[in-house]
């Protein structure tokens, strides 16, 4: 399945993070615009559920902004 940006910002609007959605963009790291490490799990586990994949552990501190997201589920 082909991940959209507008579908992974859905999926870290709906985990109710801490982040500033008015400084969102695709390349703007998640953890500099408000995303502590438990809004990133829950992130990651709303993008396994939609996406069906497994995030191996050695890739998440890869998967810090929208286009990196979109990027590895692409590619996954």
């Keep these: 399945m082909k991940a959209e940006q ?3 910002v859905k999926i ?3 985990a109710n993070t801490q982040i500033d959605f008015d400084k969102l963009s695709p390349e703007i ?3 500099d615009i408000g995303a502590d490490s438990l809004d990133m799990m829950t992130i990651l586990l709303g993008l396994q559920d939609k996406y069906g994949i497994e995030i191996p552990d050695e890739a998440v501190e890869k998967l810090n902004s929208v286009a990196a997201i979109c990027d590895f589920i692409n590619n996954t």
Excluded: A, P, T
Aim: hydrophobic share 35%; proline share 0%.
């Design 6 to 8: 507008s579908e992974v």
């Design 29 to 31: 790291y998640l953890r």
């Design 12 to 14: 870290i609007h709906d």
